[in-house]
């Protein structure tokens, strides 16, 4: 049961992780919280039925289930990311030198209407997931991991690999961190801060999309209700983490997961939520700024 447990854990941490990156990296460069990340992975996993179903109806996946998948996946992270760069465009930009509650309560307003806009749409009941997935998989120490953990934990690892290596290798990576570090600063030394802003919407929300057809797929059933819950808990992880940190972000998504997991299963189900919320507030008490966060003071 431990080592199941386990599994399980991990396999939603790296979901959780995944939605968590990209509410670190907004906030590392513009100190802002974007409400209305939990609702672009809510989108993804829509789009993650709407395409596989799709693709089902015109027999494509009896030919290639593993390419259908990955071009489901594809497909919705680049709606997605368009998605989020154009939310960025009407929604935070024209507020980026308002007062910081501004942009804050535009975040909200768009959170509601993504909300209502795919309740209205896809309606307010269930959508379930095309059933051509088998629960087949592995045995590993008295613990079974179906193939679909087996690749939603090595695609959230690639991803957040790449995340990693694209900020700290590439030349654009430099200038987010630049960007993040002092924003007026990499102005005048001539880094495009609206690009980099754009940018980094682009990557979260890509991510989010994957990790939204990633729960879609495991989980079967998907609502317009799902991105709050799930925004919350990231929101949850990246906090826990370090916000700002995206090191941070992936190990406190996995921490999240973990505790949500065991709790659930030595505890009890009904207060998965609680255990999650409650290890946030101890992080916060005894250490405010996160587990691999840098405390640092206002800056002028």
Do not use: W
């Amino acid at each position: 049961m431990f080592f199941q447990q386990i599994i399980n854990g991990l396999t939603l941490g790296a979901v959780y992780a995944l939605i968590a990156l990209g509410y670190t990296m907004v906030y590392g460069i513009l100190q802002l919280i974007n409400f209305a990340h939990g609702e672009v992975y809510m989108l993804g996993a829509y789009l993650g039925i709407i395409i596989l179903g799709f693709l089902t109806s015109i027999g494509f996946t009896a030919i290639s289930l593993p390419l259908a998948i990955i071009i489901t996946l594809v497909l919705s992270m680049i709606f997605c990311s368009a998605y989020g760069m154009t939310i960025e465009k009407i929604a935070y930009k024209p507020l980026r030198n308002a007062p910081r509650l501004s942009p804050l309560i535009s975040a909200i307003g768009v959170s509601i209407f993504l909300q209502n806009f795919v309740m209205l749409s896809q309606g307010a009941t269930d959508r379930v997931f095309p059933p051509i997935l088998k629960a087949e998989g592995l045995t590993f120490l008295n613990a079974r991991i179906t193939y679909l953990q087996i690749f939603i934990l090595i695609a959230s690892v690639l991803m957040m690999v790449g995340l990693h290596l694209f900020i700290m290798k590439t030349k654009l990576g430099k200038a987010m961190r630049a960007t993040a570090q002092d924003r007026k600063m990499a102005s005048l030394l001539g880094i495009d801060i609206d690009q980099v802003i754009s940018i980094t919407f682009i990557i979260g929300s890509g991510l989010a999309a994957a990790a939204g057809v990633m729960v879609a797929m495991y989980y079967g059933l998907v609502n317009y209700f799902i991105g709050y819950v799930a925004g919350i808990k990231a929101f949850t992880a990246a906090v826990l983490g370090g916000i700002g940190s995206i090191p941070g972000a992936m190990l406190g998504g996995i921490i999240l997961g973990l505790m949500e997991a065991l709790g659930a299963s030595y505890i009890s189900s009904e207060y998965k939520d609680a255990f999650a919320f409650g290890l946030l507030i101890i992080i916060l008490i005894l250490k405010p700024e996160g587990l691999l966060g840098r405390q640092v003071g206002d800056r002028s």
